[in-house]
């Protein structure tokens, strides 16, 4: 078994100084914490995994190819691969685990 605290998990991506910290990799998946702090700028590319997001804490807006949804805490999201994504209209500092089948590059 491997378990996480999601306040150690923040706290070592914070003092890597990075959005996103991968705390798990296995052979069919990874999972990250990754952070934008309101009014900030996503800068994502389309991945070529499976993703799934679930956010922890924070409230933006999600766009994913043409389609548009408000999520908070407990939002849970799928993003196919190739599908471009970006979070936007950051209004709370966001925290989201990230689920990628199979693990990101």
Not at 37 to 51: L, V
Not at 82 to 95: N, P, Q, W
Request: charged fraction near 20%.
């Amino acid at each position: 078994m491997k378990a996480f605290r999601l306040d150690e998990l923040e706290a070592e991506r914070a003092a890597n100084d990075g959005a996103y910290l991968q705390f798990l990799r296995e052979r069919n998946m990874s999972v990250g914490l990754y952070a934008l702090n309101a009014g900030e700028h996503d800068p994502q590319q389309p991945h070529q995994q499976d993703e799934v997001y679930l956010v922890v804490s924070g409230r933006a807006s999600l766009t994913v190819g043409m389609e548009t949804t408000q999520v908070g805490r407990g939002s849970v999201v799928y993003v196919p691969a190739g599908v471009a994504h970006k979070f936007h209209h950051i209004s709370e500092d966001l925290r989201v685990m990230v689920v990628f089948s199979p693990p990101e590059g």
